[in-house]
């Protein structure tokens, strides 16, 4: 089974160096975005673009995209016309979520990974365009892309340490429409970096992703 990994705005693909050996049983190809693509970016297309161009030989059973990478795969399965099996996004706002949903890590994950991942977001911003950055940081909407996707979307969100908060759905601000295109699920502990605050749940969560038919 092979999968497509997308990483966010800011990132490496070191972001996913702790989830790797949960999915060493996988095929994966992680996408790198060149810095002379991301540098010219003035919006999510451009980055989509190429990625399209460079993987779309290649059939996935599922294209994983965190943050800035879930939009990426909405467009690869839309715009591009990409056929590959699920979409499964990780902590991606579609619309301005509510504060719920503004933080990066839990406390106690900023103290551990916390230097270490500002000092990469720091690093490669400056890669990335103001344009791109307003594109997916002020007023956008890419829920249209849900009214026309073909395969099973499932959305993964860090719980915030808050399993109980009743809100945490309304506070994505989607509309019922978008909601019933999606499957929601939530990892406990985590906030913003899923895959470095929790991999093995989210592990377990892909894997049952991938499996259910």
């Not at 970016?41 to 161009?53: G, L, Q, R």
């Not at 994950?109 to 977001?121: N, Q």
């Not at 913003?192 to 991938?210: D, F, G, R, S, V």
Request: glycine share 4%; with cysteine; proline share 2%.
């Amino acid at each position: 089974m092979r999968l497509l990994m997308l990483y966010g705005v800011n990132c490496t693909n070191k972001v996913w160096d702790y989830l790797k050996s949960y999915l060493s049983e996988y095929e994966i190809d992680y996408v790198e975005y060149p810095h002379e693509i991301t540098q010219k970016a003035k919006e999510v297309t451009d980055i989509s673009e190429w990625v399209y161009e460079n993987y779309h030989h290649q059939y996935y059973e599922a294209i994983i995209g965190h943050s800035l990478g879930g939009i990426i795969a909405l467009q690869l399965a839309v715009k591009y016309k990409m056929e590959f099996g699920k979409l499964i996004y990780l902590d991606t706002n579609l619309k301005p979520a509510n504060e719920f949903y503004r933080n990066l890590m839990t406390p106690e994950h900023m103290d551990r990974f916390g230097e270490s991942i500002i000092t990469m977001f720091q690093e490669e911003r400056r890669f990335y365009t103001p344009t791109l950055f307003e594109a997916i940081q002020n007023e956008y909407d890419y829920t249209n892309y849900l009214k026309e996707i073909t395969q099973k979307v499932y959305a993964i969100y860090g719980d915030r340490n808050q399993s109980e908060y009743r809100d945490r759905v309304r506070d994505l601000n989607l509309s019922n429409e978008a909601l019933e295109k999606i499957e929601l699920k939530f990892i406990n502990n985590a906030c913003h970096m899923i895959m470095i605050e929790n991999p093995k749940q989210l592990y377990e969560t892909i894997e049952a992703i991938l499996e259910d038919n």
